[in-house]
């Protein structure tokens, strides 16, 4: 008789019993956006939006932040308030939404893609170190999934090659290095407020940055080139990249709630990684002794496939995790992102627009780039699973450990 659930077994989990929900709201929220509604303040530098722009800088720990459009713009404008320009190469981790590298070509720079450290999936600093050349200008780092990178190696590398430091915190909101908030160590950094992120209001970013310079920058980026404090003999040429007073209403609501919810992910997030750290073939992430609170937009781990029946690979053990655990559809697991150099959404070569000469074109193929601990987590050994999961109990948590195990023990079946 079948043992595991995908094959027609009985699951550890009954459909019948829910996982948390996300995005989820308070009824503050909802007054907040009537209050917005019935005033005449809806956009444009409105008091909702800049008060939450000081809340969350103060709580991220960083000098200076304002709202934008999103978190890929986010990344963007940060790169162009450094005064990365054509040509320039920016370092960019192999192993991330494709946004973090789609940033610096649309500035017309050229992203480097460098693989990952196996057990964080973070940059690899020494494989960084490799590919810096005269061109580089700036080093972006991902907080990714549920690791930091080593926040001491980074900055030193910086150093050491002058190099701009950016962070892309699209994962982190809420995640600290030794008491030091993600976001405070760049020079800039970007957050997303996507409707899957730790803190959200459907579509919505922020950039934080160390100096009033990059600041004004920024403001001006964002804003339609406009000065900031209505100063126009320095307007520079940009876009409209603001966001709205509803959207700081919601931000404004999920920012009251964000910290108790990310000690409840971590803290749910140890007790997991203690669990599966005791089936054989399952390697939780490295969580670096330096990190004080570990925020998670995803959590993961990996699979260590000699422990496990010969033809056994991440996917059918994601397939058999969802089939064991009935997570709702936003919350699947899955392998982590595909690797950047073979990414079905970063396709720098589909847009005539950075065609802007034929050795940029060819620096800019992702194929020229070799990522092979990306790939082996895409396609062998990474597992990934939402942060919605962990807002659940220490009882949800011991069943997806269950599961694994469950699947460990059978990975015969999968075959
Ligand atoms: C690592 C990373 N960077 C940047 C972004 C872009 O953020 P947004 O969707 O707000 O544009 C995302 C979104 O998923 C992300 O995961």
Redesign the pocket.
Known sequence: MAKLAVNGGAPVRAKSLAWPKWPIHGSDDVKLITEVTKSDRWSFDGPVEWKFAEAFTKYQGAKHGLCCA??????QLALEALGIAAHDEVLVPGM??Q??AA?ALDINAVPILVDVEPDTWCIDIAKAEALVTKKTKALII?H?YGCMPDMTRVQAFCKKHKLFLIE?C??QHGSFWKGQGVGSFGDAA?F???E??VLSCG???FNTCKTKETFERLYSLRNCGRGYCGDHSNAIQSGNYRLTEWQAAILTGGLNRLDKQVKHRDANAVYLNSLLAQIPGVLPMRRRREVTQQSY?NITWRLDLSKFKKGVTNIKVCKALNAELHVPGYADFEPPYEPLNNCSLYRPQTKPRYKIDAAHWKAINPKRFQLPVCKDAREKTGIAIHHSVLMGTKKDMEDIAKAMAKIAENSSDLV
Do not use: M, P, R, Y
């Open positions: 999103n978190g890929t713009v986010g990344i991330t939404w946004a973090t940033a991902v990714l892309d699209a994962h970007s997303s407020f996507q899957s992120k579509e919505g970013g937009f």
